[in-house]
């Protein structure tokens, strides 16, 4: 299946998105003191925000909380709503964008579905980088 492309950030309000379809994913873009967290996907193989599908009965931010914790290993403070991202693959996919600060990041964390993690600034974007996650941090970076 290929990447999924960027299409349009839209501006909804929290938590539904109007007249588009509710998000089946969630991302976090989460700023640390060294920059935007982004984590080496283990399946894609590549660099891309935290995020993942949103489980039943969790909310949009819940998910972005929790997947924060499990590819990154670190905390949410004070997340906001920025918007709802959609992507396509073949298919419309619509996402929930949050952004969050965090106090810290473990160094060294990996695990099943992380290899590495790094951070993202302005004008240092690591390669591969997912076409979203991209088209994201340029809008919120």
């Given amino acids: ?8 950030l839209h501006a909804t309000p929290e ?5 588009l379809p509710a998000p089946r994913f969630a991302v976090m873009i989460a700023r640390a003191p060294e920059g935007v967290v982004l984590v080496l996907s283990c399946y894609r ?5 935290p995020g993942g599908l949103i489980d039943p009965g969790e909310s949009p931010r819940q998910a972005a909380e929790r997947e924060l914790t499990e590819e990154a290993g670190c905390q949410a403070r004070s997340s906001t709503w920025l918007g709802l991202v959609e992507v396509n693959d073949g298919v419309a996919h619509f996402g929930a964008v949050f952004q969050c600060e ?13 290899a590495a993690i790094c951070f993202w600034k302005p004008g240092q974007a690591p390669q591969p980088m997912g076409d979203s996650d991209a088209a994201l941090l340029g809008i919120f970076g």
């Fill in 102 to 114: 965090v106090d810290a990041v473990p160094a060294g964390f990996e695990n099943e579905e992380t």
């Fill in 45 to 49: 193989k590549v660099w891309e925000l």
């Fill in 1 to 8: 299946m290929p990447l999924a492309r960027f299409v349009a």
């Fill in 15 to 19: 938590p539904g998105p109007g007249s």
